[in-house]
């Protein structure tokens, strides 16, 4: 019997490849599996634009010249509407992938999704009619995304029980290298948002680095693991751009995959927060409402900064003007008139007796009877009397506290350095013909006896009158 020899790289399985494609209409559509990451042929693109290729080949070399060296100096190209929408974007698969797909040819231009709409959204706006059909059709199938957004729907994320704690999980296949592709495993704690990546995974997007590299750059770190001697070992996310820029500049051989992700993962927190589908706890109505309460209070400490700031320009720093230019502008002019600094003294009042003393050292002769309880000890004597035809009343004792307040005002803007005149040199009388009954009643413990028959002494508002009957 005849041996038959096969060759041994025959039989040897093809490894499946990482790319899907499919042809519809003579464009070509890419999807690297391992990525996630999609786009469209350079030719395919420029028909769903309605637009030749090479106009798109010049959008993008001329986006790429952000700027043009000339000697020391960089001038800066002006750019078009068109160029400020590519500026900084990556266009090819290729350059997130590091690989290319292959055709009969060579590699094949696939340019990413984001740029391609980009083109296609700029040349609907320019009423390209390929472009504006295009964008209708992507419409169509991103419709049902788009309302699940509007109403808040989110689909629940794949999750892993560790620890009775239920973290958010989210697997990613990764190009290790051109020859070999492994699956990272990203975390988030639900409750508290803190994430990580599982560290088996950690040394695959470091480009492959020994395990036990990573393990003794891992030790010299203070509690870098999200749950200590747990054997699903899952590195905080602080601690993983530490290990990333580590492998990535700082160890022997540097590692660009590891410099990579660590430009990708530069906001890492919101990055894995994104991979693993975690929103944050909803804000209750009630800190809502407590927020704006914040937000309208601090509208008003500025708008009163504002106002003091102009009553300081002008000198006028008196606080009692401050707090009517508040009130004027809280009070719906529809509803009130707000006065400032109204005069309201039209009205002659009329104080039944000043007696003032010329003399403060000079006491009333021995010689002089008045009646008890006038004593005239004060710089300054003031007195109200009701006859026997009228009621000593709470109206009466306020009309003699409002004489003493205008009268202290009046000397103080008398005075050379605008003083007040001290409070213990007034003194303040109620003469009576009749016993106030009906204020005893009102007044209460303010009224008090003294050791003199008919002389009492009421207190008010932290004045001392004394009332003689």
């Known amino acids: 019997m005849v041996k038959t020899h096969y060759n041994q790289l025959a039989l040897r399985a093809k490894p499946p490849s990482p790319w899907l494609k499919n042809s519809a209409n003579k464009i070509?559509?890419?999807?690297?599996?391992?990525t996630k990451e999609c786009g469209i042929s350079l030719r395919g693109l420029s028909r769903l634009c309605g637009v030749h290729i090479s106009t798109l080949q010049n959008a993008i070399r001329n986006a790429q010249k952000n700027s043009q060296k000339v000697g020391e100096e960089v001038t800066y190209l002006r750019e078009s509407e068109l160029n400020k929408l590519l500026k900084g974007k990556t266009f090819f698969l290729e350059e997130v992938t590091y690989l290319s797909p292959m055709q009969q040819g060579g590699p094949v231009k696939v340019i990413?999704?984001?740029?391609?709409?980009?083109?296609?959204?700029y040349y609907a706006m320019k009423g390209k009619i390929e472009a504006i059909k295009t964008l209708a059709l992507f419409s169509d199938f991103g419709a049902e995304q788009f309302i699940f957004i509007q109403v808040g729907f989110i689909p629940r994320p794949e999750s892993i029980m560790l620890d009775d704690i239920e973290?958010?999980?989210?697997?990613e296949t990764v190009q290790v290298n051109k020859s070999r592709q492994e699956e990272v495993q990203f975390f988030t704690n639900p409750l508290t948002g803190e994430c990580g990546i599982e560290l088996q995974g950690l040394s695959y997007i470091c480009g492959g680095v020994a395990l036990q590299h990573v393990k003794t750059f891992l030790n010299s770190q203070t509690d870098p693991y999200v749950q200590a001697n747990h054997p699903e070992q899952i590195?905080?996310?602080?601690?993983?751009?530490?290990?990333?820029?580590?492998?990535?500049?700082?160890?022997?051989?540097?590692?660009?995959?590891?410099?990579?992700?660590?430009?990708?993962?530069?906001?890492?927190?919101?990055?894995?927060?994104?991979?693993?589908?975690?929103?944050?706890?909803?804000?209750?109505?009630?800190?809502?409402?407590?927020?704006?309460?914040?937000?309208?209070?601090?509208?008003?400490?500025?708008?009163?900064?504002?106002?003091?700031?102009?009553?300081?320009?002008?000198?006028?720093?008196?606080?009692?003007?401050?707090?009517?230019?508040?009130?004027?502008?809280?009070?719906?002019?529809?509803?009130?008139?707000?006065?400032?600094?109204?005069?309201?003294?039209?009205?002659?009042?009329?104080?039944?007796?000043?007696?003032?003393?010329?003399?403060?050292?000079?006491?009333?002769?021995?010689?002089?009877?008045l009646p008890d309880g006038l004593t005239l000890d004060a710089e300054i004597n003031m007195l109200t009397y009701k006859s026997p035809c009228e009621s000593l009343n709470q109206w009466t004792i306020q009309e003699l506290i409002g004489h003493y307040v205008g009268y202290r005002k009046m000397l103080k803007a008398q005075h050379p350095n605008h003083t007040w005149k001290d409070a213990n040199q007034f003194a303040l009388y109620a003469v009576t013909t009749m016993f106030p009954q009906e204020l005893v009643k009102q007044v209460g413990t303010a009224w008090q006896l003294t050791d003199k028959s008919g002389v009492y002494k009421l207190l008010s508002l932290g004045l001392e009158i004394t009332v003689i009957v």
């Open 235 to 369: 590195v905080k996310a602080s601690v993983c751009t530490l290990v990333l820029e580590h492998f990535g500049n700082h160890h022997k051989p540097r590692k660009t995959l590891a410099q990579q992700w660590d430009k990708t993962l530069k906001h890492i927190v919101p990055v894995l927060h994104q991979k693993t589908n975690y929103q944050a706890p909803a804000v209750t109505d009630r800190e809502t409402q407590l927020v704006q309460q914040v937000d309208d209070l601090k509208d008003e400490v500025a708008r009163l900064k504002q106002l003091l700031k102009e009553e300081e320009a002008k000198g006028n720093k008196k606080r009692h003007r401050m707090m009517g230019r508040v009130l004027q502008w809280k009070i719906p002019p529809s509803c009130y008139e707000v006065h400032l600094e109204e005069d309201t003294s039209h009205v002659a009042q009329l104080l039944d007796g000043l007696i003032l003393k010329r003399n403060p050292q000079q006491q009333l002769p021995a010689n002089i009877e």
């Open 112 to 121: 990413l999704l984001e740029v391609c709409m980009i083109f296609i959204r």
């Open 28 to 34: 070509d559509y890419w999807l690297h599996v391992p």
């Open 167 to 171: 973290y958010l999980i989210a697997k």
